[in-house]
């Protein structure tokens, strides 16, 4: 009897050691941080900004999400708040979330001022370059010390049959911020859109044209 409890004891001695050497021969791997979508992984920047295009063109909200950092802030022209003085000089993560919400419902809002804006039916960049390198701001920058890049832009709302196309044409400056993250269980930088400065002006345009500055456009659907 006492030799058949020695055996039991020894066999359970046994099983522990197997399973402690199970989970040194066989690692877990963390699930990948953040989920993967269905967009290529932003481990560049330029990467990143390809995403912006695309959820902008594809009117993704829930993809458009993955691609602002908590502390995204957009800087506006003057005459955008002249237009909307309800408004701010910026426009803070939450404000964006709400824009873009709005923006890609394809439905008719009404702006800060109360103003009627038809929905936006589709978006198409006819220019989306990058001017120069990335390089960092200055640190008397509107935001200081951090990675960006000026963008050549040029894109057409179309707001459907009934009402004129929103064109913006100009330049915007964009501000991006990586941080580590676990793809397949390897440590790769991911990319975020920290901000934007809006340089795009008002253009002459053509009939069915009515031309906006990129904040503006935003301002509306605010």
């Not at 909200?61 to 800087?75: A, G, S």
């Not at 939450?94 to 394809?106: A, G, V, Y």
């Not at 790769?188 to 009939?207: C, E, H, I, N, S």
Request: with cysteine; hydrophobic share 35%.
């Amino acid at each position: 009897m006492r030799a058949r409890r020695v055996a039991v004891a020894v066999c359970l001695i046994g099983l522990v050691v197997m399973a402690g050497g199970c989970g040194e021969t066989f690692p877990v791997t963390p699930p990948d941080d953040p989920p993967s979508t269905g967009l290529p992984f932003p481990d560049t920047a330029d990467k990143l900004m390809a995403n912006v295009m695309s959820t902008y063109e594809t009117m993704d909200y829930d993809e458009f999400l993955h691609l602002l950092h908590p502390d995204c802030v957009t800087i506006l022209q003057p005459s955008t708040v002249a237009l909307f003085p309800s408004l701010g000089p910026t426009l803070d993560v939450t404000e964006e979330r709400r824009i873009h919400e709005r923006l890609f419902s394809k439905n008719n809002v009404t702006d800060p001022n109360g103003a009627l804006v038809p929905g936006v039916q589709s978006i198409a960049f006819q220019t989306f370059a990058r001017q120069g390198t990335w390089g960092t701001s200055s640190g008397t920058d509107p935001i200081p010390d951090t990675w960006c890049a000026l963008y050549d832009v040029v894109v057409f709302f179309d707001h459907g049959a009934l009402y004129s196309t929103s064109k913006v044409q100009g330049t915007i400056k964009f501000y991006v911020t990586a941080r580590d993250s676990i793809v397949g269980g390897v440590t790769k930088p991911y990319f975020q859109m920290r901000g934007q400065l809006d340089l795009t002006q008002d253009m002459k345009a053509g009939l069915a044209t009515e031309s906006s500055s990129w904040g503006e456009v935003k301002a509306r659907y605010r």
